[in-house]
């Protein structure tokens, strides 16, 4: 009975690993935009690398994504996602949506960014929702007006997330007006005069 208690520890995931250390939780989500095979013709024939653009966010304001190349896919993988973390950047995020309406042009990709009520959602294409789900907008409308490459339309779209401004609410700091105490006034002085 003890054996069999021991391959269940060995198999949780979340209990001590053989060296005494615990995984450690990923800092990112990480989602895998465009895998390709390229080619390169040399002398003596073509060399074959594969291409792979990856996005990576928190989903609490911070986004960033690259583009790298590998022998294997695993190692184009892993060099976008070292790139993607040095590209960081951090995006205004008001009432789960963005702060206002922005229009951004990269290569041939057009990309149109609103922000939407509580409640809307992401609509959205398929690489521009990637990267504004991992940057945590939870409600807004985007539109590719552009380019249908996916790599074009995740550069715009993080343009986009990069160029908005923090709007600050609007504080009043105005008194209130004292009119109700001058009419106040003038009736006290009407009914003197009388």
Do not use: W
Request: hydrophobic share 35%; net charge positive; charged share 30%.
């Amino acid at each position: 009975m003890t054996n069999n208690n021991n391959q269940n520890q060995r198999r949780s995931k979340d209990g001590p690993r053989r060296d005494g250390g615990f995984r450690e939780e990923k800092e990112y989500d990480q989602s895998i935009i465009d895998i390709a095979r390229v080619t390169r013709v040399m002398a003596g024939g073509k060399r074959m690398r594969f291409r792979a653009c990856i996005v990576i966010g928190d989903r609490k304001g911070k986004v960033g994504s690259a583009v790298a190349k590998g022998a294997d896919v695993t190692l184009a993988i892993n060099k976008a996602l070292t790139k993607a973390k040095k590209n960081l950047i951090t995006v205004p995020i008001i009432n789960e949506t963005i702060p206002h309406q922005v229009m951004v042009k990269s290569g041939a990709a057009r990309i149109m960014l609103k922000p939407a009520p509580k409640g809307t959602g992401i609509i959205a294409s398929g690489a521009v929702r990637t990267v504004l789900d991992l940057a945590g907008v939870s409600n807004v409308v985007a539109k590719a007006l552009g380019s249908k490459n996916k790599i074009n339309n995740v550069a715009a779209a993080l343009k986009g997330l990069q160029k908005l401004k923090k709007v600050e609410p609007k504080v009043s700091n105005k008194q209130p007006k004292p009119e109700k105490k001058e009419a106040v006034v003038d009736k006290e002085s009407k009914e003197s005069k009388s």
